[in-house]
């Protein structure tokens, strides 16, 4: 990739922005460092580390890279032997291997991210030198106590030969026979010892050695003899103090160079995690995608964004971000011409493919659609803009023949050429036929072309050739604005008159321009602004018709769901009812088991309990015959109204019609509307349509029962008989509201009597019953209390 074309693509601006989302110094010179890629294989490697550090800041943020820092210089300085380094160097190295122990366990998903994980497992925490660092140097920079034992004495030392030192100046100061000596009661420091200030007018009156004197000469700091041979010793144990710290310094140094093939990769796999991470930060402040990469040479990128748009200068994204575009140059193309207005957004469109590309082979998201294709170009070349230099004696148009020759020396089949205004800066009509011989030329060498231009004849030459296409940039004709739209299939108009007019040129010069230009040309002028407005009426409604497509799949998408979410209803009320039906068969059959073993052991006929055991088989045989009643069939509806009651049979379900839609019905089931076809539908013959409550609208049933008697007579009859008409008697009373009984069953021999109330003792709706008194009946009848 030449120098010129990342330069005119504005690729080091890509570069400041991703250096600027970088977190360390390493990294930010990794992304200042960085250019396409030649090998297909490291593009795509790159592209899916990004990937997936897109992923680990989505759930578990930032990496633990902050600790990181520019080791290079510091490992340089060791080359020589016996050098040694200053504490904040060691420092440095203890804070990044601190980063390299941290991304070892921070990268350890091996299933969602096992490229960064792989990556990360080759960091050397380089254990005994951080620990060895981790003792010795804290976190300012100091040099600690436990870096050694001897360091620890000598700084004991130091401070206890200190304290004395200012116990005995301060007794000094605050001595009665010295008021007035003293120009401040306070302890200082000249030439490493410690001294007072002394009046200069008492300097008799202290006998010590003078260090230094005040600027105005009224205060003189002396070192009293009482502390000469203290300050003595404290200045000897600095000096060992010193000579420790360096002996400390060289060991710490030597750890050091032993472990620098270590540390240097080290810094080198943090400084790429770092890239990788701003590469990702990056790709979610513009949405960015990795586009899929094909074998052969095809561009389709699809709402792509010039990513340079999105942001401000300082890096900080824009509010209104960039126009999405299409730009395509298929399989079978080998050039896309594009026209249409000036500041329509034809270079632009050239920059926008071209900076993309170049990103792609860089490793980088691009801001496009996620299902664009793009190819890795071996080489992009770019002509774009004015290159014209009075130093090198070059005009404009010499400066693009210059650098179109050296595109067509170096350009093959594996190559992208971007040309901005071809054949401008001359004769329109010479230059069209020198852009014309360019794109033949590089037709031939097999390199795919992108061509902005103006000149009819180049226009004409999409028409003349199978593999070139012509593109329009979008120009609003009401609003007389660019819209910075791509349409692709016909030229676009240049449309000066229309812009010259939208920015006030008198009519007068207008109607002379128009004059000057001939019939013809106006009227191909004309012609094409037409075609382009009909394509732009076109489009806009080819996209009304995708949403209004869209919408009818998301209605029956919706339908079908309804359908199955009603089935599986269906299916479990059913499923219910015959659970609970199975559940009353079988509470039945064991109580008619119980009557009849108490039948036998009252010691009933054989014949009666023969009688008693066929019914019990009789029930339990009608029950195993049971099954669903079949869904009943009908006629399909011509017409229906609104409140009639259809079956659906594919639900085996009612509906009440709510509303009639032509051939369609909108139904109410279960609470949940639907609309369906009259012919996936049948009615009810005789129709049938739901009764609705007042001021409500609901659908509702009634049950209504004969006049009722609170006395149920059971003289006579057998137990299983009694029963039955005694739990219908029972649940008629509890309809009806009463709350007390009466029930005859004579005495007989009490086996009635027995069945009757063990029974209600086991009755939900019973709250108490008793025998009536003599006068009523006595043991003959049992009043019962049901609840209210």
Same mark, same amino acid.
């Given at each position: 990739?030449?120098?010129?074309?990342?330069?005119?693509?504005?690729?080091?601006?890509?570069?400041?922005?991703?250096?600027?989302?970088?977190?360390?110094?390493?990294?930010?010179?990794?992304?200042?460092?960085?250019?396409?890629?030649?090998?297909?294989?490291?593009?795509?490697?790159?592209?899916?580390?990004?990937?997936?550090?897109?992923?680990? +800041? %989505? /759930?578990?943020? *930032?990496?633990? #890279?902050?600790?990181?820092?520019?080791?290079?210089? &510091? !490992?340089?300085? $060791?080359? @020589?032997?016996?050098?040694?380094?200053?504490?904040?160097?060691?420092?440095?190295?203890?804070?990044?291997?601190?980063?390299?122990?941290?991304?070892?366990?921070?990268?350890?998903?091996?299933?969602?991210?096992?490229?960064?994980?792989?990556?990360?497992?080759?960091?050397?925490?380089?254990?005994?030198?951080?620990?060895?660092?981790?003792?010795?140097?804290?976190?300012?920079?100091?040099?600690?106590?436990?870096?050694?034992?001897? +360091? %620890? /004495?000598?700084? *004991?030392?130091? #401070?206890?030969?200190?304290?004395?030192?200012?116990? &005995? !100046?301060?007794? $000094?100061? @605050?001595?009665?026979?010295?008021?007035?000596?003293?120009?401040?009661?306070?302890?200082?420091?000249?030439?490493?010892?410690?001294?007072?200030?002394?009046?200069?007018?008492?300097?008799?009156?202290?006998?010590?050695?003078?260090?230094?004197?005040?600027?105005?000469?009224?205060?003189?700091?002396?070192?009293?003899?009482?502390?000469?041979?203290?300050?003595?010793?404290?200045?000897?144990?600095?000096?060992?103090?010193?000579?420790?710290?360096?002996?400390?310094? *060289?060991?710490?140094?030597?750890?050091?160079?032993?472990?620098?093939?270590? !540390?240097?990769?080290?810094?080198?796999?943090?400084?790429?995690?770092?890239?990788?991470?701003?590469?990702?930060?990056?790709?979610?402040?513009?949405?960015?995608?990795?586009?899929?990469?094909?074998?052969?040479?095809?561009?389709?990128?699809?709402?792509?964004?010039?990513?340079?748009?999105?942001?401000?200068?300082?890096?900080?994204?824009?509010?209104?971000?960039?126009?999405?575009?299409?730009?395509?140059?298929?399989?079978?193309?080998?050039?896309?011409?594009?026209?249409?207005?000036?500041?329509?957004?034809?270079?632009?469109?050239?920059?926008?493919?071209?900076?993309? !590309?170049?990103?792609?082979?860089?490793?980088?998201?691009?801001?496009?659609?996620?299902?664009?294709?793009?190819?890795?170009?071996?080489?992009?070349?770019?002509?774009?803009?004015?290159?014209?230099?009075?130093?090198?004696?070059?005009?404009?148009?010499?400066?693009?023949?210059?650098?179109?020759?050296?595109?067509?020396?170096?350009?093959?089949?594996?190559?992208?050429?971007?040309?901005?205004?071809?054949?401008?800066?001359?004769?329109?009509?010479?230059?069209?036929?020198?852009?014309?011989?360019?794109?033949?030329?590089?037709?031939?060498?097999?390199?795919?072309?992108?061509?902005?231009?103006?000149?009819?004849?180049?226009?004409?030459?999409?028409?003349?050739?199978?593999?070139?296409?012509?593109?329009?940039?979008?120009?609003?004709?009401?609003?007389?604005?660019?819209?910075?739209?791509?349409?692709?299939?016909?030229?676009?108009?240049?449309?000066?008159?229309?812009?010259?007019?939208?920015?006030?040129?008198?009519?007068?010069?207008?109607?002379?321009?128009?004059?000057?230009?001939?019939?013809?040309?106006?009227?191909?002028?004309?012609?094409?602004?037409?075609?382009?407005?009909?394509?732009?009426?076109?489009?806009?409604?080819?996209?009304?018709?995708?949403?209004?497509?869209?919408?009818?799949?998301?209605?029956?998408?919706?339908?079908?769901?309804?359908?199955?979410?009603?089935?599986?209803?269906?299916?479990?009320?059913?499923?219910?009812?015959?659970?609970?039906?199975?559940?009353?068969?079988?509470?039945?059959?064991?109580?008619?088991?119980?009557?009849?073993?108490?039948?036998?052991?009252?010691?009933?006929?054989?014949?009666?309990?023969?009688?008693?055991?066929?019914?019990?088989?009789?029930?339990?045989?009608?029950?195993?015959?049971?099954?669903?009643?079949?869904?009943?069939?009908?006629?399909?509806?011509?017409?229906?109204?609104?409140?009639?009651?259809?079956?659906?049979?594919?639900?085996?379900?009612?509906?009440?019609?709510?509303?009639?839609?032509?051939?369609?019905?909108?139904?109410?089931?279960?609470?949940?509307?639907?609309?369906?076809?009259?012919?996936?539908?049948?009615?009810?013959?005789?129709?049938?349509?739901?009764?609705?409550?007042?001021?409500?609208?609901?659908?509702?049933?009634?049950?209504?029962?004969?006049?009722?008697?609170?006395?149920?007579?059971?003289?006579?009859?057998?137990?299983?008989?009694?029963?039955?008409?005694?739990?219908?008697?029972?649940?008629?009373?509890?309809?009806?509201?009463?709350?007390?009984?009466?029930?005859?069953?004579?005495?007989?021999?009490?086996?009635?009597?027995?069945?009757?109330?063990?029974?209600?003792?086991?009755?939900?709706?019973?709250?108490?019953?008793?025998?009536?008194?003599?006068?009523?009946?006595?043991?003959?009848?049992?009043?019962?209390?049901?609840?209210?």
């Amino acid at each position: 990739m030449t120098d010129e074309t990342l330069r005119v693509l504005e690729y080091d601006k890509i570069k400041q922005l991703l250096a600027g989302q970088t977190q360390t110094e390493p990294g930010r010179q990794r992304a200042e460092a960085l250019h396409p890629l030649n090998d297909s294989e490291a593009v795509k490697e790159a592209l899916a580390e990004v990937d997936e550090m897109v992923w680990v +800041l %989505g /759930e578990r943020g *930032r990496a633990p #890279l902050s600790g990181c820092r520019d080791l290079e210089p &510091s !490992l340089v300085h $060791l080359r @020589a032997e016996g050098t040694w380094l200053l504490p904040e160097a060691l420092l440095d190295i203890r804070s990044t291997l601190e980063s390299a122990s941290s991304c070892r366990r921070f990268f350890a998903d091996e299933e969602r991210t096992p490229r960064l994980c792989a990556l990360a497992s080759q960091l050397q925490p380089c254990r005994d030198l951080f620990e060895e660092l981790r003792r010795s140097i804290g976190p300012r920079g100091e040099i600690l106590d436990s870096a050694s034992f001897e +360091l %620890g /004495e000598v700084r *004991r030392d130091i #401070l206890t030969v200190r304290s004395r030192i200012k116990r &005995s !100046l301060e007794n $000094l100061l @605050a001595s009665e026979k010295l008021a007035g000596v003293f120009q401040d009661r306070i302890i200082t420091e000249r030439n490493g010892r410690y001294v007072v200030p002394v009046r200069a007018d008492h300097r008799g009156r202290v006998k010590g050695f003078i260090h230094d004197e005040s600027s105005s000469g009224q205060t003189l700091f002396i070192e009293p003899t009482s502390v000469l041979e203290w300050n003595n010793e404290l200045q000897a144990l600095q000096r060992e103090e010193k000579r420790e710290e360096e002996r400390i310094l *060289r060991r710490l140094s030597e750890s050091v160079r032993r472990e620098k093939p270590a !540390l240097r990769q080290d810094q080198r796999i943090l400084a790429h995690l770092d890239s990788r991470g701003a590469a990702a930060r990056l790709s979610l402040l513009y949405g960015g995608v990795a586009p899929e990469l094909t074998d052969f040479p095809v561009v389709d990128l699809r709402d792509a964004r010039h990513p340079l748009l999105l942001f401000h200068s300082d890096g900080t994204k824009r509010d209104k971000g960039a126009i999405p575009i299409d730009l395509r140059l298929g399989r079978d193309r080998s050039a896309l011409i594009i026209s249409g207005p000036n500041t329509g957004g034809k270079t632009v469109a050239l920059k926008t493919a071209g900076l993309l !590309l170049l990103m792609v082979k860089s490793g980088l998201h691009i801001p496009c659609h996620a299902d664009s294709r793009v190819f890795l170009f071996s080489r992009i070349f770019a002509d774009i803009g004015d290159e014209q230099s009075i130093e090198e004696d070059l005009s404009t148009f010499s400066g693009h023949l210059q650098r179109m020759r050296r595109i067509l020396e170096q350009a093959d089949q594996g190559s992208l050429v971007l040309l901005d205004e071809a054949g401008t800066g001359t004769d329109p009509a010479e230059g069209g036929a020198l852009a014309l011989a360019v794109l033949d030329t590089l037709r031939e060498k097999g390199a795919r072309t992108v061509v902005t231009t103006h000149l009819n004849i180049v226009k004409n030459y999409a028409w003349q050739r199978s593999d070139v296409e012509n593109a329009a940039v979008e120009f609003d004709r009401e609003t007389l604005q660019p819209t910075y739209r791509l349409h692709y299939g016909m030229p676009g108009a240049s449309s000066a008159f229309t812009i010259a007019r939208c920015l006030g040129m008198p009519d007068a010069v207008m109607k002379r321009a128009e004059s000057y230009l001939g019939e013809g040309d106006r009227a191909s002028e004309h012609q094409l602004e037409t075609l382009n407005q009909l394509s732009l009426h076109l489009e806009k409604e080819r996209a009304d018709l995708q949403v209004r497509l869209e919408a009818a799949a998301r209605d029956r998408e919706k339908r079908r769901r309804l359908l199955v979410e009603l089935e599986q209803q269906k299916r479990s009320l059913i499923e219910k009812a015959t659970r609970k039906a199975e559940q009353k068969a079988r509470d039945a059959e064991r109580q008619l088991k119980a009557i009849l073993k108490e039948a036998r052991e009252a010691g009933q006929e054989a014949r009666e309990q023969a009688e008693l055991s066929g019914k019990i088989r009789e029930v339990r045989d009608e029950l195993a015959k049971q099954h669903l009643p079949e869904s009943p069939t009908g006629v399909v509806p011509r017409q229906v109204t609104v409140g009639e009651i259809l079956r659906i049979p594919a639900l085996g379900a009612d509906a009440e019609v709510v509303r009639e839609v032509g051939a369609e019905a909108e139904l109410s089931v279960q609470g949940k509307k639907v609309r369906l076809p009259l012919s996936q539908l049948q009615q009810y013959t005789p129709r049938r349509f739901a009764e609705k409550k007042a001021g409500a609208g609901k659908i509702r049933s009634r049950v209504e029962r004969d006049s009722f008697s609170p006395r149920l007579l059971l003289v006579g009859k057998r137990a299983d008989e009694a029963l039955v008409v005694l739990d219908r008697f029972l649940d008629d009373a509890l309809l009806h509201g009463a709350r007390e009984v009466e029930i005859v069953h004579g005495s007989g021999t009490g086996i009635l009597r027995k069945v009757v109330r063990e029974f209600l003792a086991e009755h939900r709706g019973v709250v108490a019953f008793r025998s009536a008194d003599v006068s009523q009946g006595g043991e003959n009848l049992t009043l019962v209390e049901l609840r209210p």
